[in-house]
């Protein structure tokens, strides 16, 4: 690592102090801010697997509004919904700080026309020194009365795709894919304030879904 990485990674971390934001650095991955993504931006899509040949894919759920555009399974699910991921490794201590409040915003939304998906990276560092006995998400989650699903990204692409190298990341979008409330690291005290922030934006996004077609 030369003197301008660590450089940064020190400001970052007297930054994260200061603001009483926790954040935990994905390793063997840069993170590149200027690379971020940005309210308004497309979601970049993506097929993740949520158990052994199984694959979840955001094209299920969300589409671009462009003429002709439909979702990938239109006709047994037509439905446009708000999508909910959060980037997170059971190594990842701001993480298990904010899979509480997801579940509780995730309990109170669980019925409607959103989907809330945890998107683990656990086994993308596992071949990193000190990560190889990391559990895993699974079993871990389940026992912290987790339930929302788990969506593994097994080499780190989507992560990438995302800049999501900062964990917790937390990205909504809407029914068209565009991204409308995005969050990195978890903010020591600002429990409350997070979760109202959260079901505020979730309501808004429900509230302007089309009319369901089933």
């Known amino acids: 690592m030369n003197y301008i990485k660590i450089l940064s990674l020190v400001s970052f971390f007297i930054a994260s102090v200061l603001s009483g934001q ?19 931006d497309i979601a970049p899509s ?5 158990s052994p040949g199984k694959f979840e894919f955001l094209k299920n759920w969300a589409e671009v509004d462009t003429s002709g555009a439909k979702l990938r399974k239109f006709m047994s699910q037509p439905d446009k919904h708000v999508v909910l991921m959060s980037f997170f490794a059971t190594w ?5 700080k904010e899979l509480p409040i997801l579940e509780d915003v995730y309990q109170k939304y669980k019925d409607g026309r959103i989907k809330f998906f945890l998107v683990d990276i656990t086994e ?11 559990p895993k998400a699974g079993p871990f989650l389940r026992e912290k009365g987790v339930t929302m699903q788990i969506l593994y990204d097994t080499r780190g692409k989507t992560m990438e795709r995302y800049n999501a190298q900062t964990l ?13 409330f995005m ?23 429900l509230s302007q879904l089309p009319p369901s077609q089933n």
């Open 124 to 134: 993308a560092t596992r071949n990193n020194p000190g990560y190889e006995n990391m």
């Open 46 to 50: 993506w097929a993740l697997m949520y």
């Open 92 to 96: 990842c201590q701001p993480c298990m």
């Open 183 to 205: 969050r990195r690291g978890f903010h020591e005290g600002e429990e409350e304030k997070f979760n109202k922030e959260l079901s505020a934006e979730i309501e808004r996004l």
């Open 22 to 40: 926790q954040a935990a650095k994905t390793p063997g991955m840069d993170s590149a801010d200027n690379n971020d993504l940005q309210v308004g």
């Open 168 to 180: 917790p990341r937390l990205f909504v979008m809407d029914g068209n894919r565009m991204l409308t």
